[in-house]
């Protein structure tokens, strides 16, 4: 067993592409599966917190500062500067503004340690930004909802942020006391058995959250293929852009995986905690953004893909 999620870890980033493949080809499956994302997800976050470990998480809050930094820049500045860009030319309640609005105010991805780790990189620095993104993310959606009355009700949103911190913070705490009793000291093959474990969990989730996308190929190809040329533009975009700034300014030695989180984002969130969520174009861009999501390991290789010892250097 150990052996077989071996290959599947280091073919992850096939794997994840074998999983949009099956979103596309699945829509029932898809739609059997999108019911139970919430419980996926979850369940990857046990994976990577059970990877991290409680003494390599509570080591990386001497890097609190920072971190803060980084989430107050992604989920408070960027979607603010998105409002107030969209505002100046009138268009606030603009499908794209408001849609680009609720991704930049997203919490980092469940899967972004893992995509780090995908790229040679180490899953800490992403996993500080998921939890302290996820903790802060009550805080930072109330100015965006205050001025962007478009995005639907504030309660709501702070009702369901709150909710799911509290559903990962258990989450968080029960790896820790697993890994804790179970496997304390963890052999490197175990590692990368887990892994592989993750990877698989993000081609299963992957099929779920795009079953929007196949109905639309079918009657609106032009309309998809416009809503996943933003997808791809945004995500990479972001990575690229953030990537440069980390590199030469704030935090040269963790760029990549920092960059990483500045892409991808866990924009489902917002499935339950907005009404502007539910709109068809929302669903549509949900699923087109998983493509330069679960493609990031492949197509951001040559930018991201170095050693992370060469970072410092």
Known sequence: ???????????????????????????????ALRPWLSELVLLLLFITAFRVGFPDALAALRHIH????????????????CICLFGFFGLADHPIAVVLTLMLAAPPLTGAPNLSVMLGHPPEPAFRLLILGTILLPLTII?????????????QALDAALRLCGVMSVTIACAFLFRAILRSDMQAQEITALDG????????????????????????????????LLAVVINFGLQVCAYF????????????????VAGNRNVAIFLIAASASQSEEFLIFLGC????????????RPVLGKNPLSETN
């Open 197 to 228: 474990l993750t990877s698989l969990a993000l081609a299963v989730i992957v099929i779920g959250l795009m079953s929007a996308v196949a109905p639309t190929l079918a009657a609106q190809p032009v309309l998809l293929a416009g809503w996943l």
């Open 66 to 81: 920072q971190t803060a930094r980084v989430v107050l820049a992604y989920q408070l500045a960027l979607p603010l500067l």
């Open 245 to 260: 700034l980390l590199r030469y300014g704030l935090s040269p030695a963790y760029a990549a995986p920092l960059a990483i």
């Open 143 to 155: 100015p965006i909802f205050w001025l962007s009355p478009a995005l639907g009700s504030l309660v």
């Open 1 to 31: 067993m150990l052996g077989a999620l071996g290959q599947l870890a280091r073919h992850g980033r096939f794997v994840l592409v074998a999983g949009l493949c099956a979103g596309l080809a699945l829509p029932e499956t898809a739609m």
């Open 289 to 300: 953004y998983q493509f330069p999501m679960y493609l990031t390991p492949i197509l951001m």
